[in-house]
């Protein structure tokens, strides 16, 4: 008796589903997958970074200037990638830095003038790096010059030399 009755009632229609129509389920599905990709990129980045080694690459304080040939006498030459003027005079090769001892700006050469200049606050300096005038307490410090085994200059940033050492070449 109660059978015919449930069989009696008529079943709820069912909502037809386009075949490219998202359910909630599947957009939910796909938010889900969505982040969980992240999460896991995330993941990976910072693990790469923590076992990636920690170092701080610089460039060399020591580099080639070339041959003594390239600098004629008399000569004081700028080497903007090395801040460093390679000055030539009869006495012999030196190596000035280029960075003002003031607050570090890079000073210029002016040959009209025959001195080294800071465009920052004017101090002025000797081709040798002797100071002349203006804010900086002290001359442009000398580096180390050698040749190398195959006749090359080399400057040694790291080593500071008193003006009177030169490289006679
Ligand atoms: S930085 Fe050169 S004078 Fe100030």
């Known amino acids: 008796m109660s059978d015919t009755k449930i069989s009696s009632i008529p079943a709820a229609p069912r909502p037809v589903q386009a075949a490219d129509e ?7 599905n796909e938010i889900t ?6 999460a896991g990129l995330g993941s990976v980045a910072v693990t790469y970074q923590y076992f990636s080694p920690n170092v701080l690459f ?4 020591t580099f080639r200037a070339g041959n003594p040939d390239l600098y004629p006498m008399h000569s004081v ?3 903007q990638d090395q ?11 030196y190596a ?3 960075v003002c001892t003031h607050l570090g700006c890079i000073t210029q050469w002016k040959p009209d003038a025959d001195m080294i200049a800071c ?3 004017g101090s002025k300096f000797k081709a040798d790096g002797t100071k002349i005038e203006g804010p900086a307490p002290r001359p442009l ?9 195959d006749g090359e200059l080399l400057v040694d940033k790291l080593r500071n030399i008193r003006p009177s050492e030169l490289l006679k070449v």
Request: with cysteine; charged share 15%.
């Open 77 to 79: 030459t700028f080497l």
């Open 58 to 61: 610089e460039p060399s304080t």
């Open 119 to 121: 465009p920052c606050h």
């Open 141 to 149: 410090p000398h580096f180390a010059i050698s040749l190398t085994a």
């Open 33 to 38: 997958l969505g982040a969980l990709g992240i």
């Open 22 to 28: 998202i359910t909630r389920r599947d957009f939910l």
């Open 96 to 98: 000035v830095s280029a």
């Open 83 to 93: 801040q460093v003027y390679i000055v030539r005079m009869p006495e012999g090769f």
